[in-house]
């Protein structure tokens, strides 16, 4: 991706996680477009957190003056493994949840 503006947020893809046994939700940015390390954005409980309003623009952690864009990948393509698309489909819709209580 072309960094013409320096100073513009650049996107940066997100997947989301739970932590098993925790309930926790977070944006995990696998690569940095800053520093290409792995950062995680913590959402909020899995009860009653909205991943989605926790995308878009958030300053990034390793560059206190600069922000990136949150944002969902495209959907990745067929050759996964059916872990992988459950992923892809938890990530994309919210009425996918087992834990509806
Ligand atoms: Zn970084």
Known sequence: MAKKDRRA????????????????????VDACPYCGERHMHVIGNLRDAEPVDALGEVPAPCQPDRAYILTVPPKPKRKAGKEERRRARRSGQRDSWDDET
Request: hydrophobic residues 50%; without cysteine; charged residues 15%.
């Open 9 to 28: 947020p650049q996107p940066a893809f997100v997947t989301l996680r739970d932590l098993p046994g925790t309930r926790v939700l977070f944006w995990v």
